[in-house]
């Protein structure tokens, strides 16, 4: 599956955050590396026209302080977290698919962005809204503990050198933040394609004492998440894809 994985390939020279790459000193020592690099991506002219036409509606500004999800959705539903929605396809598929949960869409790229905006325009869809920005910050200023029914991380960036593996998401601390914020019985779904990654997934998931594993190990891919165009390309061409799905213990 040709996810972007940041610390690999030409692409890699556009980031417009260069001091932030791996290779070069983090700017900012005190604070911790970020999983993700920004690109200076294209924005196709759709995606610029929902930015500016749907942006002031379903894009949600970060604020250092707990979000009023309920005003922000103008109704009170179980609420779904995604870290990393890519384009957005999944997205607007789940949500298309469960009218009775909304979902919170975080990423930081923004062609992305723009392109979860479009579909929402042209699907109608009432029960996404978006921020731009780290959603490790999103996580731990907007989120209150124990309020999301669900979280979704769907094939993350690998950063499959291993000096780069700690930029990778899901590690301890990140997984006892995701914790803290399910609800008692609420759902973390995760899924990759990368056999290490998803090792490292099983063996961190497994250590968090607050979740359980919802399976004997890896979990069939469950229905609501959407077979997608790469990943049913990678698995013609005999690629792996793992799914875990954990609960929140009460
Ligand atoms: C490999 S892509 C996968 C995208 C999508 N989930 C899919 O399956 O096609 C990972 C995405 O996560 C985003 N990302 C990585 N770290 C992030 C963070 N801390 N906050 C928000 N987005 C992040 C990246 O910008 C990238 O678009």
Same mark, same amino acid.
């Given at each position: 599956m040709p996810i972007h994985d940041p610390s690999a390939g030409a692409a890699h020279q556009a980031d417009i #955050? $260069? #001091?932030a790459t791996p290779t070069e000193p983090h700017p900012h020592r005190d604070r911790p590396l970020r999983s993700f690099v920004l %690109? #200076?991506? %294209? &924005?196709?002219?759709?995606q610029a026209r929902a930015l500016t036409e749907l942006g002031p509606r379903y894009l949600l500004p970060y604020q250092p302080t707990a979000a009023d999800w309920d005003a922000a959705f103008a109704r009170q539903a179980p609420r779904v977290l995604e870290i990393g929605f890519g384009m957005g396809q999944a997205t607007a598929d789940i949500a298309a698919a469960r009218p009775d949960l909304d979902f919170i869409g975080v990423e930081v790229h923004q062609p992305g962005v723009g392109a979860l905006l479009r579909e929402i325009g042209e699907r109608g869809l009432t029960n996404i809204r978006i921020l731009q920005h780290d959603a490790v910050q999103v996580l731990e200023q907007m989120v209150l503990p124990a309020s999301l029914a669900g979280v979704h991380v769907f094939f993350p960036d690998p950063w499959h050198k291993k000096r780069h593996h700690k930029r990778r998401l899901i @590690? $301890? $601390?990140l997984v006892d933040l995701l914790a803290? %914020? &399910? @609800? $008692?019985?609420?759902w973390l779904h995760c899924a990759t394609d990368w056999d290490d990654y998803a090792q490292q997934m099983l063996q961190v998931l497994g250590d968090c004492p607050a979740l359980t594993n919802t399976a004997a190990g890896f979990a069939p891919r469950p229905a609501m998440r959407p077979l997608t165009k790469f990943e049913a390309r990678g698995l013609k061409l005999g690629h792996g894809v793992w799914d875990l799905l954990f609960s929140r213990s009460s």
């Open positions: #955050a $260069p #001091a %690109r #200076a991506g %294209r &924005l196709g002219s759709g @590690q $301890p $601390p803290s %914020r &399910l @609800q $008692p019985g609420g």
